[in-house]
């Protein structure tokens, strides 16, 4: 079973590698909305199926890979556990009506362990012997080419879980058909933060950079125009190694340039980042945008006087909104004894949001599914539990096939959660 130590252990090392952020919808300037969608009924673009619709009854096939077994074990599983949850929420709906027929929701799920030549063997069995027309998962890169390599040519259209560097060689461009990322960019929120810095913090204005140095000189790049747009300054960026534990020397470096903020960049291993800052007397707000949970910073860090001005783009679990709430009530009813993880939550979306494309075309064609995500570009064309989302990319990625939806943000203060509430992205 799957320890809350355990839990948090693993999510730390995940969440240096995806940039997901659990959120709600948000009007633009950051008021708080209503969620528009829960898991406790088959809600599919804004219909909600309470019983089987007239026509034939089928199976609709849904590949799932994800790396089980290795470090990425715990967040994998409750991916998994999320899309489970949805296909369990339409079984109680008595299915969904695509098109004439009645659909129930069936997920394969393969292990990719966490490497190329897994998901590439994962892949191939989903589409080869279980004749999946959908796949969906994955978190790393090399695993990411590795799918779409086997699902392209076999014509199943392949929604990525998670891109770790946008406008990576293995992400959503031009020239790749049948392949869309359902999964927001994990640079997105960085505006959303300096916002929320300047409102609260207007004396704040020279940044300290700390980034894993894996790639991420077009985050950072992003994250210093649009502080300069706010009259703020990237004053020191520091990389460390893939693997560092000891962020002491790291931090010496940071804490030396004598930063008012400090930003963590898109790592799971912020609260040991937060540590060594705060061990070496910085007392200003700590940023951590990545996915993990401001939860993880009060069990992994403790100390109070640490836990002060901390903003992290993570829901505040402990008061989850109706959205979360009701899908870890199923967690819990499901899995008892297993800690809740919160990628659950953004992983349910995954299939349901294939599932409104799927609805609005009539149709599971996997060409024609695709074609009509990448038409629902409006705010509120997609409903997700984070929020009304829509496609975008077209700027950026050259293509509307990524997923556009609501950031939170939470600040830490005294050992205390204070939620501040959604935030659409600011395009930028």
């Not at 994962?122 to 990411?144: H, P, R």
């Not at 790291?250 to 980042?273: C, L």
């Given at each position: 079973m799957?320890?809350?130590?355990?839990?948090?252990?693993?999510?730390?090392?995940?969440?240096?590698?995806?940039?997901?952020?659990?959120?709600?919808?948000?009007?633009?300037?950051?008021e708080?909305?209503?969620?528009?969608?829960?898991?406790t009924?088959a809600?599919?673009?804004?219909?909600?199926?309470?019983?089987?619709?007239?026509?034939?009854?089928?199976?609709?096939?849904?590949?799932?890979?994800?790396?089980?077994?290795?470090?990425?074990?715990?967040?994998?599983?409750?991916?998994?556990?999320g899309?489970?949850?949805?296909?369990?929420v339409?079984?109680?709906?008595?299915g969904?009506?695509i098109?004439?027929?009645?659909?129930?929701?069936?997920?394969?799920?393969?292990?990719?362990?966490?490497?190329?030549?897994g998901?590439?063997?994962?892949?191939?069995?989903?589409?080869?012997?279980?004749?999946?027309?959908?796949?969906?998962?994955?978190?790393?890169?090399?695993?990411?080419?590795?799918?779409?390599?086997?699902?392209?040519?076999?014509?199943?259209?392949?929604?990525?879980?998670?891109?770790?560097?946008p406008?990576?060689?293995?992400?959503?461009?031009?020239?790749?058909?049948?392949?869309?990322?359902?999964?927001?960019?994990?640079?997105e929120?960085?505006?959303?933060?300096?916002?929320?810095?300047?409102?609260?913090?207007?004396?704040?204005?020279?940044?300290?950079?700390?980034?894993?140095?894996?790639?991420?000189?077009g985050?950072?790049?992003?994250?210093?125009?649009?502080?300069?747009?706010?009259?703020?300054?990237?004053?020191?960026?520091e990389?460390?190694a893939?693997?560092?534990t000891?962020?002491?020397?790291?931090?010496?470096?940071?804490?030396?340039?004598?930063?008012?903020?400090?930003?963590?960049?898109?790592?799971?291993?912020?609260?040991?980042?937060?540590?060594?800052a705060?061990?070496?007397g910085?007392?200003?707000?700590?940023?951590?945008?990545?996915?993990?949970?401001?939860?993880?910073?009060?069990?992994?860090?403790?100390?109070?006087?640490?836990?002060t001005?901390?903003?992290?783009?993570?829901p505040?679990?402990?008061?989850?909104?109706?959205?979360?709430?009701?899908?870890?009530?199923?967690?819990?009813?499901?899995?008892?004894?297993?800690?809740?993880v919160?990628?659950?939550?953004?992983?349910?979306?995954?299939?349901?949001?294939?599932?409104?494309?799927?609805?609005?075309?009539g149709?599971?064609?996997?060409?024609?599914?695709?074609?009509?995500?990448?038409?629902?570009?409006?705010r509120?064309?997609?409903?997700?539990?984070?929020?009304?989302?829509?496609?975008?990319?077209?700027?950026?990625?050259?293509?509307?096939?990524?997923?556009?939806?609501?950031?939170?943000?939470?600040?830490?203060?005294?050992?205390?959660?204070?939620?501040?509430?959604f935030?659409?992205?600011?395009?930028?």
């Amino acid at each position: 079973m799957m320890s809350g130590k355990k839990s948090v252990a693993l999510l730390c090392v995940f969440a240096l590698l995806v940039s997901l952020g659990v959120a709600v919808a948000a009007c633009g300037e950051g008021e708080e909305a209503a969620t528009t969608a829960a898991p406790t009924t088959a809600t599919t673009g804004g219909t909600e199926t309470t019983t089987a619709p007239v026509g034939e009854t089928k199976t609709l096939k849904i590949g799932g890979i994800m790396g089980l077994t290795g470090p990425l074990s715990i967040p994998s599983l409750a991916f998994m556990r999320g899309w489970e949850i949805y296909a369990d929420v339409v079984k109680e709906a008595g299915g969904v009506k695509i098109g004439n027929d009645t659909y129930m929701i069936e997920i394969i799920e393969e292990d990719s362990k966490g490497a190329a030549e897994g998901a590439t063997t994962a892949a191939s069995k989903l589409v080869n012997q279980d004749q999946v027309q959908f796949v969906m998962g994955a978190m790393l890169e090399t695993e990411v080419a590795a799918i779409y390599s086997v699902t392209q040519p076999a014509g199943v259209l392949y929604a990525t879980a998670n891109i770790n560097i946008p406008e990576h060689a293995s992400d959503v461009s031009p020239d790749k058909d049948l392949f869309v990322r359902l999964a927001v960019s994990p640079d997105e929120n960085q505006p959303l933060d300096l916002d929320y810095l300047r409102e609260n913090y207007p004396d704040a204005v020279k940044i300290g950079v700390s980034q894993p140095d894996i790639g991420y000189e077009g985050m950072f790049d992003r994250l210093k125009a649009s502080a300069e747009k706010r009259g703020m300054e990237v004053v020191h960026a520091e990389k460390w190694a893939w693997g560092t534990t000891d962020f002491i020397p790291t931090y010496t470096n940071i804490v030396a340039s004598k930063p008012d903020i400090i930003f963590a960049m898109n790592s799971g291993q912020a609260n040991d980042q937060l540590k060594a800052a705060r061990q070496l007397g910085f007392t200003g707000p700590f940023v951590s945008n990545s996915p993990l949970g401001a939860d993880v910073f009060l069990v992994t860090v403790q100390d109070p006087t640490m836990l002060t001005d901390v903003i992290c783009n993570s829901p505040d679990v402990t008061h989850p909104n109706d959205a979360m709430k009701a899908l870890m009530d199923r967690w819990t009813a499901k899995w008892p004894n297993d800690g809740f993880v919160s990628d659950a939550v953004h992983a349910y979306d995954i299939p349901w949001i294939l599932v409104q494309a799927m609805q609005k075309a009539g149709s599971t064609d996997p060409a024609v599914v695709l074609a009509t995500l990448e038409a629902m570009t409006n705010r509120g064309d997609l409903q997700t539990n984070e929020g009304p989302g829509y496609m975008g990319g077209q700027d950026r990625f050259g293509v509307n096939r990524v997923l556009y939806r609501p950031f939170p943000i939470t600040r830490i203060m005294n050992g205390e959660l204070e939620f501040a509430g959604f935030f659409d992205p600011i395009p930028e």
